[in-house]
């Protein structure tokens, strides 16, 4: 069906943002220069040294993932049963729970572990960083301001409204203009349903 808006031969295609720009580019970055520090320390020490160096950051950020799991379950356990047994009198966010802290840098710690896992020595090193605790609250502090930040340059509506701005501002989306017919509404219109 056609409206008599003529459609346009070429649709403006979407901006790419500079992270979907630059990201591919990176990671790749980071391979040729993991693979390059692999076969320098491999010619300098050996392949065997080499083997085991990884070997160990796999054993060891495995260690540090199980870890950091334990203390969120263990953390996630405790804060349900202090909702279920009776913490009523304290406030949420008081602090006055037990777990109160110590889940504080387990999703660094859980990164670290991950980056351990990795083979490479640049992963193994950033993943060695994210282990010290002061790292991760400096780190966790930067995160949170920033996320704090893009939520108020959201400004105010709700995430119904934050998609359907999303939806109407797309370059290359179309409306199509119908109406919904159900089944189960009665039949609108002066004339009776139509039964034998």
């Not at 796999?58 to 870890?67: D, L, N």
């Not at 991950?114 to 400096?138: E, F, T, Y």
């Not at 203009?177 to 009665?186: H, K, S, W």
């Amino acid at each position: 069906m056609t409206t008599g808006v003529p459609s346009s031969t070429h649709p403006a295609r979407p901006r790419r943002s500079r992270l979907r720009t630059f990201l591919p580019l990176g990671v790749a970055a980071w391979l040729v220069l993991e693979i390059w520090l692999l076969t320098v320390v491999a010619g300098a020490a050996g392949g065997f040294t080499v083997f085991l160096l990884l070997v160990a950051g796999f054993v060891g950020g495995s260690a540090v993932v199980k870890r950091a799991g334990r203390r969120a379950f263990r953390a996630l356990s405790e804060t349900l049963q202090q909702q279920q047994g009776g913490a009523a009198g304290a406030e949420p966010g008081s602090g006055s729970g037990s777990g109160s802290g110590k889940s504080e840098g387990n999703g660094f710690l859980m990164l670290g572990g991950l980056l351990l896992m990795l083979p490479g020595l640049v992963s193994d090193v950033v993943g060695l960083v994210l282990l010290i605790p002061p790292v991760q609250r400096a780190l966790g502090r930067y995160t949170e301001r920033t996320f704090e930040r893009k939520i108020r340059e959201a400004g105010a509506g709700s995430f119904g409204d934050a998609f359907q701005q999303a939806r109407i501002h797309r370059p290359d989306g179309k409306v199509v203009p119908g109406e919904v017919i159900r089944d189960d509404a009665p039949p609108a219109g002066p004339y009776p349903p139509l039964s034998n």
